[in-house]
């Protein structure tokens, strides 16, 4: 490689990686607990547990269930119905003030399925897990926030690539995980820097592309909602206001036979971001560990119950779906999370000698000058 070609690339991983390393530090390091947030959340308590009832115990319908939602948040409204994948005799409530109110200010608790009992859980509004998670997604700055996030994740992408490509020609030169112990301590972290760069090159690429997808989520719902939703629900574009809102008891039966083949993830209220003003939506999910991520809504006339659109996927949508469980390595179980945890910590470790490297390379200089 020439040299001219050489210090082209040289200058662009030196300060893609100085411009985004402090903001990838904190991603790492809140990243890390996030992995295993469930497993957390259980011990610290913050995950309610049922009272043990037997099997046969029947269900609440739906709208006895809403109606338990709003006896325990009096004043509010519903906006989200939701499911817990780790709880069948569960259902996860979002409400507040109002439908449209943002996601941060609404408050999240679980339901008893069979009872309507109303469970707390501390982890989703403002617990320790909580505060992880607004760092990680947005550094609690909302969008200019997740919009900085990106930008220093398209960043770690180029100082990637970048790092690779000057790695290529010492490679030719030596055997492949050379770290080099007879020579200087900057030599040796210089070998060590590039040998965790190559092993987790794969890893930190996946993670930062769906890094920058996840936090770009806000402007891809916005372009969901005014591609795809707006066009499902142009023939009530000058309906009058909704007067009365069917029981919601027969929703899921409803999306079950208009959408076959596929099980309910969530329901979204009239007036929220992901339905519109005359409708219930009801996302709905494949059967299978990778189709469970991608989400076909379909929506419910919420004055007559008639299904009025069974939702196609924009590619974009179906991105941000396989995205997000894929950043924190949520497919395959607890051996992808201790995997993940691992990687995590070597691009930790990768970091940090980054920066070790740069300021003896910048020291150096220094006194070479005078």
Same mark, same amino acid.
């Given at each position: *490689? ?8 040289? /200058? ?10 402090? &903001?990838?530090? %904190? ?22 547990? %049922? ?7 029947? !269900? ?9 939602? =709003?006896? #325990?948040?009096?004043? =509010?409204? *519903?906006?989200? /119905? ?34 309507? =009992?109303?469970? =707390? ?7 320790? +897990?909580?505060v ?6 947005? +550094? &609690? ?7 900085? %996030?990106?930008?220093m ?22 055997? &492949? ?31 930062g ?10 402007l ?16 009530? !574009? ?5 007067? #009365? ?6 929703l ?9 083949? +596929? ?10 971001? &992901?339905?519109?003003?005359? #409708?219930y939506?009801? /996302? *709905? ?7 469970s #991520? ?10 007559? %119950? ?6 196609? !996927? ?7 779906? *396989? ?11 607890m ?14 470790? +990768? ?20």
């Amino acid at each position: *490689m020439k040299s001219k070609t050489i210090r082209r690339w040289s /200058f662009i991983h030196t300060w893609t990686s100085l411009i985004c390393t402090a &903001f990838l530090l %904190l991603l790492a390091l809140t990243g890390l607990p996030l992995i295993f947030h469930h497993e957390i959340d259980h011990l610290l308590g913050d995950s309610p547990q %049922l009272r043990e009832m037997p099997a046969d115990t029947p !269900r609440l319908n739906l709208q006895q269930l809403v109606k338990a939602a =709003e006896a #325990h948040r009096p004043g =509010e409204v *519903m906006q989200y /119905f939701g499911s817990e994948d780790d709880e069948p005799n569960a259902v996860i409530a979002i409400m507040a003030a109002t439908a449209g109110t943002e996601p941060n200010s609404s408050h999240t608790f679980m339901l008893d399925a069979r009872t309507g =009992e109303a469970l =707390e859980m501390p982890s989703a509004n403002g617990g320790i +897990m909580m505060v992880m998670l607004r760092l990680h997604v947005d +550094m &609690f700055a909302g969008l200019p926030g997740k919009l900085l %996030l990106a930008f220093m994740g398209i960043l770690f992408v180029l100082a990637i690539i970048s790092g690779a490509v000057l790695y290529l020609p010492f490679m030719r030169r030596q055997t &492949f995980a050379t770290v080099r112990t007879d020579k200087s301590t900057r030599l040796r972290w210089l070998d060590l820097h590039n040998l965790i760069g190559v092993v987790t090159l794969t890893w930190a690429l996946v993670v930062g592309v769906t890094g920058v997808i996840s936090a770009c989520a806000d402007l891809i719902i916005a372009a969901w909602r005014t591609d795809s939703l707006t066009a499902m629900v142009e023939p009530y !574009r000058n309906a009058p206001p909704l007067t #009365h809102l069917a029981p919601a008891n027969r929703l899921l039966d409803i999306a079950a036979d208009a959408a076959p083949g +596929m099980r309910p993830d969530f329901i979204a209220f009239p007036g929220t971001r &992901f339905s519109s003003e005359h #409708h219930y939506a009801v /996302f *709905m999910k494949g059967s299978t560990h990778l189709t469970s #991520h991608l989400l076909t809504p379909v929506l419910i006339d919420a004055s007559t %119950l008639e299904v009025t659109a069974v939702g196609s !996927r924009p590619w974009y949508m179906d991105a941000m779906g *396989m995205s997000q469980p894929l950043h924190f390595g949520d497919y395959g179980g607890m051996p992808m999370k201790i995997l993940w945890a691992a990687l995590d910590l070597l691009t930790i470790v +990768m970091l940090g000698s980054g920066l070790y490297l740069w300021w003896v390379r910048r020291k150096a200089a220094k006194e070479a000058a005078r």
